[in-house]
């Protein structure tokens, strides 16, 4: 999680920043997802990461995107669409997770 005195990026876990030492927040730690669950969960299923990261509405088009695009495999296009919507949908929700931490610490 990221530091708020001074934007470390610390361990999800960590109690103590490792650059400043000051004491992070339990509220904190609660509030910031990780990031790297969310990028697993987009593994296992598009637009899970996002739901995941509270993003409700784009984690359900995703799904939806992605049964699409699964069923249009029977079309060969899907072949194209299925790796591109998973692999952007696994970057997105980790960058969605750690955007998120950086402005909850008030990071910038
Ligand atoms: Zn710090």
Redesign the pocket.
Known sequence: MF?P????PNRYDARY?R????RLPDELRAAQHSPGIAAVLSFFWCGLGQIYNGQIGKGLAMIAAYAVSWWMMWLVIGFITTPILWVWGIYDAYRTAERRNRRLAGVT
């Open positions: 530091c005195s001074c934007g470390y920043c650059s400043c030492s000051a």
